[in-house]
């Protein structure tokens, strides 16, 4: 499976106020480590929209660690763990907030 298809599968599983927060991180508070992304490049995109700019920013192996640490953020860890496993050759901890 693609990267990007990963990442949709999981924004396609948030509810729509949890597809909100999670762009909201990506745009406001960004997550340590990386630099937020432009607010105008998300304020209208839909989730497969939000995919092509998480990967074009961050590439695809960072692409996947950002998503899974908003999950984490959002309070979503069960869709991290659940959907990006399945992503061969991505080793990512997971632990309560």
């Known amino acids: ?18 597809f909100k927060r999670f762009k909201w ?3 406001e508070v960004g997550v340590e480590g990386f630099e937020p992304i432009y ?8 989730r497969t ?6 990967v074009e920013r961050y590439g695809e192996q960072e692409a996947v660690k950002i998503t899974v640490e908003v999950l984490k953020l959002i309070g979503n860890c069960d869709a991290a763990e659940k959907n990006l496993r399945r992503h ?7 632990f309560s907030i």
């Open 49 to 54: 929209d939000t995919v092509g700019t998480i």
């Open 1 to 18: 499976m693609s990267v990007k298809k990963l990442l949709l599968d999981v924004l396609e599983n948030l509810v729509q106020d949890d």
């Open 88 to 94: 061969k050759g991505i080793h990512i901890q997971f």
């Open 25 to 27: 991180h990506l745009t």
């Open 39 to 46: 607010k105008s490049r998300l304020e209208n995109a839909d």
